[in-house]
């Protein structure tokens, strides 16, 4: 779900002319308790469809530009720059990440802006089970309107194909599953099912990226070997108990999830105004104690990934198995920057 100002930023357009869309039912949007309006990502896409179809002003919009600069700028360099970022277990800072390249902080920075020109956003890896939050992912063989589901716990809403709805809800552990899916049309529930981890791609464009031609690769032989290669040695830790957290681990949690580069002075600054008097010393301690050390944050994953439209097609597979082949599965196919997420159920 994205702001209004997200949205803008993403299609090339202001703020207020957003709202307009919005208002004249030309964007859908949901509102939250507190009356703010929330974008769902699949409506972006669709009016990022219509923007491609046509020059706003004159001009590119933004997501023909991220799309055109990631194949302008994107070099085996970044590319190594980015695989380093994940590799990283918990949170590196820009001078963990120059100590390791062997560079200036300076030059870091300027890496990680290119990246982000290219269209690649970070965040932080969070294990939402450890938060005391569980997954809830439901498929309807109908599309229905946001205002005809639960809205509360909602996190992604998409229509999919040939017909029916995706649903993502977080809800606490403690939360009645029953009292979301009793208000859902039992006639077009399809199924539903409880994630307790989830996993996040880490490309590797060293492998799945021709930077000559500027394509994506879909090397099956080459996966079909990588997947070969992982079986019986990769493993999945099925979550501990969740952790004990507070309001202050959550809205530090809420930051670093927008923007795992952030100082820990701006998140106190942030934090502030939520009408917190909070010290420095006491956000450091959390962000230490209670996410670090617990493995609530794991790393860094990436929020979006600079797909050309051809590839930009969502598809939703389920499936089970033999544990050993299912994570040397999974884990193969979140090398490949067309595969972003991996819902486990143990």
Do not use: C
Not at 4 to 21: C, D, F, H, N, Q
Not at 251 to 277: A, C, D, T, W, Y
Not at 293 to 298: A, L
Request: glycine residues 4%.
């Amino acid at each position: 779900m994205l702001t209004p100002k997200e949205v803008a930023s993403s299609i090339g357009v202001s703020y207020w002319t957003v709202l307009r869309m919005i208002k004249r039912g030309e964007l859908k949007a949901l509102r939250t308790p507190g009356g703010h309006y929330r974008v769902p990502i699949y409506a972006l896409e669709q009016q990022s469809v219509m923007f491609r179809q046509r020059r706003v002003y004159g001009k590119m919009t933004a997501v023909e530009k991220n799309i055109e600069a990631f194949r302008k700028y994107f070099t085996p360099d970044l590319a190594r720059i980015l695989e380093i970022i994940q590799s990283y277990q918990g949170l590196p800072t820009i001078s963990d990440l120059a100590r390791t390249l062997n560079v200036h902080i300076s030059s870091i920075w300027y890496k990680i802006k290119r990246l982000r020109t290219g269209g690649f956003a970070f965040g932080a890896d969070v294990d939402h089970y450890k938060l005391g939050l569980i997954k809830l992912l439901v498929f309807l063989d109908r599309v229905l309107s946001p205002s005809e589901i639960p809205s509360t716990f909602l996190r992604y809403y998409a229509p999919v194909v040939p017909k029916g709805l995706f649903l993502i809800y977080y809800l606490p552990l403690t939360y009645d599953i029953e009292d979301i899916l009793k208000h859902l049309p039992k006639t077009y529930l399809e199924q539903y099912w409880i994630v307790e981890e989830t996993y996040y791609s880490k490309p590797k464009y060293s492998m799945y990226y021709n930077f000559n031609e500027k394509q994506i690769l879909f090397n099956w032989s080459l996966m079909e070997r990588r997947f070969h290669e992982k079986l019986g040695k990769v493993m999945f830790i099925k979550p501990e108990a969740p952790s004990r957290v507070d309001l202050i681990d959550l809205l530090i949690v809420k930051e670093l999830e927008k923007n795992p580069f952030i100082s820990l002075r701006e998140v106190q600054l942030k934090i502030r105004m939520h009408g917190i008097n909070i010290k420095y010393s006491r956000v450091l301690r959390h962000f230490k104690n209670h996410l670090l050390n617990r493995g609530v944050i794991r790393g860094i994953k990436l929020r979006l990934i600079p797909l050309p439209s051809e590839y930009n097609t969502l598809f939703i597979a389920r499936i089970s198995g033999e544990s050993t082949a299912l994570f040397s599965l999974i884990s193969t196919l979140l090398e490949h920057p067309a595969f972003t997420t991996a819902n486990v159920s143990f």
